[in-house]
């Protein structure tokens, strides 16, 4: 398919059903637990999100975009990798969401190549996203910055949700959050398999918890 951007804004637009708002990364769980006492703290946890996606995802987008018929290696390590529970569940379940809207929504001849390059034995997140938007000729650079954005808005977006701070607020932190994407966009852009990494630990053992919160509004 053509390098068209309009395919990489289908992608990142809400309407499109990838699952990622049934996740909110974590936050939930951090909220609960009284660690995002106000937008600081807020802001803090946007930017470890970001931090450890650029270092737990992005490496494996980058080797399954640059190398599609290793998909099923790279998602083997990718489930290895994911030793918490529920951030591994997460990345499962958004990883086959994505290849299954991608199917239902591209022609045929992209659908054939999705199914035989992108789909691993557990379909993680990472992988899948580097071979799907490959497929639909999405540039590399483009791709990290879909991933990257994601997370941001994820976060931002189940904070709205779950009433920590408004519409207006979050918009504005996006904006505030450009910077920090910009400069992990730049710093994970040649990252390979080899270098993934938990930087967020704190916020993966946050969300580690979540099933055990008594109420919950995410799956994640």
């Given amino acids: 398919m053509s390098e068209s951007p309009f395919v990489a804004w289908q992608l990142i637009d809400s309407?499109?059903?990838t699952g990622a708002f049934a996740h909110s990364w974590g936050l939930e769980a951090a909220w609960h637990h009284g660690e995002i006492a106000d937008a600081d703290a807020l802001a803090r946890f946007v930017d470890g999100a970001v931090q450890g996606t650029?270092?737990?995802v992005v490496p494996l987008v980058n080797a399954a975009f640059i190398s599609p018929e290793r998909v099923?290696?790279?998602?083997?390590?990718a489930n290895a990798f994911l030793t918490n529970d529920v951030a591994n569940r997460a990345s499962r379940q958004q990883g086959r969401t994505l290849l299954a809207t991608a199917a239902?929504?591209?022609p045929a001849a992209e659908r054939e190549r999705l199914i035989r390059q992108a789909a691993g034995p557990y379909r993680h997140l990472g992988p899948a996203t580097g071979a799907v938007l490959r497929v639909l000729g999405v540039p590399l650079p483009t791709a990290q910055q879909i991933v990257l954005y994601g997370a941001a808005r994820?976060?931002?977006s189940a904070a709205v949700r779950l009433g920590i701070l408004?519409?207006?607020e979050a918009q504005r932190l996006q904006l505030a959050c450009v910077p920090s994407l910009e400069t992990q966009c730049r710093r994970c852009a040649d990252l390979s398999e080899?270098?993934?990494a938990q930087v967020a630990?704190?916020?993966d053992l946050f969300q580690a918890t979540h099933d055990r919160l008594y109420s919950r509004l995410f799956q994640s």
């Avoid at 099923?72 to 390590?77: A, F």
Wanted: aromatic share 14%.
């Fill in 54 to 56: 650029a270092w737990a």
């Fill in 15 to 17: 309407a499109f059903p």
């Fill in 154 to 156: 994820g976060v931002l």
């Fill in 194 to 196: 080899d270098d993934l």
């Fill in 72 to 77: 099923p290696e790279l998602d083997e390590l």
């Fill in 166 to 168: 408004g519409s207006y």
């Fill in 201 to 203: 630990p704190v916020q």
């Fill in 104 to 106: 239902r929504v591209w």
